[in-house]
């Protein structure tokens, strides 16, 4: 018998008992329903966690200052700085090559003056050096999803414009605007100079009108405006370009205020921190906290697979049953089969077959209705989190590998849930099962 | 003899040529088989000793359990002898198991039940395909077609077995029966659950298979003018054999 009459066969006796079909399908899909959303929920809530830990970056992400590591920095996860040390290109591409770090991205800040939006408003009155004294913090913004930064409100400035910038959430409180009041109004940033005057230095800036495209919460840098690298180098050049050299100003010795290092894994966290101490620089990770709390997630993580184990058991259960209430329905039927040639193997893949239609269509109804009660979930979380002036939640993201991961183990579950009745049906002697016809 | 539907065909023998091929002949020596109810045994048969020459056309008659079935069995293969030698052409049976036997069955033996032993869920055609599809027939649709032609059933081969008579079961069975080209055929009661036209018909179609085919028939019955039919018939009473 080939695999399409097997298959056939099978297909044809699901349509025979279609209510016992149906029931034994919806009892996988209900397992697998389970067991999806509470895996996707999980995993969502578990990265929006670490996420959270990590400041809005990832979990692996190691926030690096141009300081001294003071003696006690590799027992805590909080920054223990102990004087200057600054972080130059070198610094940068001798940590690009431990094999721990995925990934190094610089942060460059340098001092500005704000004129705070919209367009037209007064500046500060301060002169002298104390009027540049708000910071742009510049990075690399198209490695921006492993930044620490969450967008709070429009987006971030496209990566290398030199006409866009966010401002922190910090800025605006202390400027007493709202956020939805500055999203699309334009602010006026000057970059210091110093330079010689008949009267001594003197300071001049490098205007510049930026759009405010975005407002940010961020852990990369303290300042009040997010703004391309580029943007920041391009200051800083103007400041060094100035009389001084950038000794009046002053200008920091190091040219990278600091930087945000990425361990390849959680796993590797720990080591790449010690790259990080081991080069003297202080530095910050939820190391041990992330950790902590990782084990906690992993105990819920077992608790919900265990809940969802047991309702596809359960679900196994019902396809085996089922499959023992066809073998004896069609022991007549066996025996015919068996009669004319048929070998054990050809019964036994007819009902694993029917047991596979049933895992799969079952897995594949379950895992639809997992994803979208975890997406229902997500809606309702959100409106929650809204509710309460929280960020949301990215949820619905489909996960293809669970899908597949899903759909293949509810098939092979009932497979092997089908493997003794099938063996049964394989067993049954031809003799007696034909009897009486 | 009324024949149904028009003349038998395999291969290029048709019902004015002559057959090309025996049957298997069908040697029992000293076969004994018994079962096991509780802890005493129920012997079915004892002793037998039968030899039916290839080609025949044997009847078997008998009270009901006196062995009948059981001896139908162990010469299809659904069963083993327990002791004794049983031989179909060149196969020794109690030497057979597993795919070898369900081989065997498969090309050598084709049964007909009593209560036909069709599939439900399959219609004629695909009743009779699916026999085909057992030995990897290659063009298997258009055998099972030319078969229930044969037996007057073309414009049946839709019908699920629900939807037809008991004599057109039969002959679906029959057809299915035919369909892997066997050497012998055996029969259980084919017309104990047919009205006397239908069994006729039933009979001579067998008869005709057996004559143009050249296989051997065995028919298991309690009808005596069935039994009559045949060129040799057997009796068995108590699992012995006494005529």
């Known amino acids: 018998m080939t695999w399409t009459d097997s298959l056939g066969l099978a297909s044809r006796s699901l349509r025979r008992r279609p209510g016992r079909a149906l029931?034994?399908?919806?009892?996988?899909?209900?397992?697998?329903?389970?067991?999806?959303?509470?895996?996707?929920?999980?995993?969502?809530?578990?990265?929006?966690i670490v996420s959270k830990l990590s400041n809005g970056g990832p979990g692996t992400a190691i926030k690096v200052a141009a300081s001294q590591a003071d003696a006690d920095q590799a027992y805590t996860d909080d920054l223990r700085a102990a004087g200057s040390k600054p972080i130059s290109d070198g610094t940068i591409a001798t940590l690009r090559r431990s094999p721990q770090i995925a990934t190094v991205i610089p942060v460059m800040a340098s001092q500005v003056l704000v004129v705070p939006p919209p367009f037209g408003s007064e500046a500060a009155s301060t002169r002298g050096p104390l009027a540049f004294g708000s910071?742009?913090?510049?990075?690399?913004?198209?490695?921006?999803?492993?930044?620490?930064?969450?967008?709070?409100?429009?987006?971030?400035?496209?990566?290398?414009?030199?006409?866009?910038?966010?401002?922190?959430?910090?800025?605006?409180?202390?400027?007493?605007?709202?956020?939805?009041?500055?999203?699309?109004?334009?602010?006026?940033?000057?970059?210091?100079?110093?330079?010689?005057?008949?009267?001594?230095?003197?300071?001049?800036?490098?205007?510049?009108?930026?759009?405010?495209?975005?407002?940010?919460?961020?852990?990369?840098?303290?300042?009040?405006v997010l703004v391309p690298i580029e943007q920041t180098r391009l200051a800083r050049l103007w400041s060094l370009a100035g009389v001084d050299g950038g000794d009046v100003l002053p200008l920091p010795a190091s040219p990278y205020s600091g930087a945000i290092v990425l361990a390849s894994s959680l796993n590797d966290l720990h080591a790449a921190r010690q790259v990080v101490t081991g080069l003297g620089y202080a530095n910050s990770a939820p190391e041990h906290l992330v950790s902590s709390v990782l084990r906690y997630l992993r105990v819920v993580d077992?608790?919900?697979?265990?809940?969802?184990?047991?309702?596809?058991?359960?679900?196994?259960?019902?396809?085996?049953?089922?499959?023992?209430?066809?073998?004896?329905?069609?022991?007549?039927e066996i025996g015919v089969l068996?009669?004319?040639?048929?070998?054990?193997?050809?019964?036994?893949?007819?009902?694993?077959?029917?047991?596979?239609?049933?895992?799969?269509?079952?897995?594949?109804?379950?895992?639809?209705?997992?994803?979208?009660?975890?997406?229902?979930?997500?809606?309702?979380?959100?409106?929650?989190?809204?509710?309460?002036?929280?960020?949301?939640?990215?949820?619905?993201?489909?996960?293809?590998?669970?899908?597949?991961?899903?759909?293949?183990?509810?098939?092979?579950?009932?497979?092997?849930?089908?493997?003794?009745?099938?063996?049964?049906?394989?067993?049954?002697?031809?003799?007696?099962?034909?009897?009486?016809? | 003899m009324r024949l149904i539907g028009p003349g038998l065909a395999r291969g290029d023998v048709g019902p004015t040529n002559p057959v090309t091929r025996l049957g298997s002949a069908i040697r029992l020596q000293r076969v004994s088989h018994w079962y096991r109810s509780g802890r005493s045994r129920v012997e079915a048969l004892h002793e037998i000793d039968l030899d039916i020459p290839a080609s025949g056309y044997v009847a078997l008659t008998g009270a009901s359990g006196a062995g009948k079935s059981t001896l139908l069995s162990l010469i299809g293969g659904l069963e083993r002898p327990q002791s004794g030698e049983l031989r179909v052409g060149e196969h020794r049976l109690q030497q057979l198991h597993g795919d070898a036997l369900a081989a065997y069955r498969r090309a050598t033996i084709g049964f007909v039940f009593q209560h036909f032993g069709l599939i439900d869920l399959l219609n004629a055609r695909e009743n009779v395909e699916l026999a085909a599809s057992l030995s990897r027939s290659s063009q298997r649709g258009q055998h099972a077609a030319r078969l229930l032609d044969e037996v007057g059933l073309r414009d049946r081969a839709g019908h699920r077995p629900g939807e037809l008579s008991g004599g057109e079961r039969q002959r679906v069975a029959i057809a299915r029966a035919l369909v892997n080209d066997p050497s012998v055929i055996l029969a259980d009661e084919p017309t104990g659950n047919l009205d006397a036209t239908s069994g006729a018909r039933?009979?001579?179609?067998?008869?005709?298979?057996?004559?143009?085919?050249?296989?051997?028939?065995l028919v298991v019955t309690h009808n005596e003018s069935v039994a009559k039919r045949a060129t040799r018939r057997y009796q068995l009473d108590a699992g012995r054999l006494i005529a």
């Open chain 1, 23 to 48: 029931l034994t399908i919806l009892a996988v899909a209900l397992g697998t329903t389970l067991l999806v959303a509470l895996g996707s929920v999980a995993s969502t809530a578990g990265s929006r």
């Open chain 1, 135 to 224: 910071t742009m913090v510049g990075v690399d913004l198209r490695q921006a999803n492993n930044l620490p930064i969450t967008v709070l409100a429009g987006r971030l400035p496209r990566p290398g414009s030199l006409t866009e910038v966010a401002l922190t959430e910090s800025y605006l409180d202390h400027a007493g605007q709202s956020v939805a009041g500055v999203i699309g109004t334009e602010v006026e940033l000057a970059e210091p100079q110093a330079y010689q005057s008949q009267t001594g230095p003197q300071f001049r800036g490098r205007w510049l009108r930026a759009q405010v495209v975005g407002v940010v919460s961020q852990q990369v840098g303290s300042g009040a």
């Open chain 1, 302 to 332: 077992i608790v919900l697979a265990g809940i969802g184990t047991i309702a596809l058991s359960i679900a196994a259960m019902g396809v085996a049953n089922a499959l023992l209430a066809a073998v004896r329905e069609r022991r007549r």
């Open chain 1, 338 to 437: 068996k009669a004319i040639g048929a070998r054990d193997r050809d019964i036994m893949r007819w009902f694993l077959l029917e047991a596979l239609a049933v895992g799969g269509v079952g897995g594949l109804l379950g895992t639809i209705a997992g994803l979208l009660i975890a997406l229902a979930v997500g809606v309702s979380v959100n409106d929650y989190l809204s509710q309460q002036g929280l960020q949301s939640i990215q949820f619905g993201d489909v996960s293809w590998p669970l899908i597949m991961a899903a759909i293949a183990g509810t098939s092979v579950l009932a497979v092997a849930a089908g493997i003794v009745p099938a063996m049964q049906a394989a067993r049954l002697s031809p003799r007696e099962a034909v009897a009486g016809l």
């Open chain 2, 202 to 217: 039933v009979l001579d179609l067998l008869e005709r298979v057996h004559a143009e085919r050249g296989c051997t028939l």
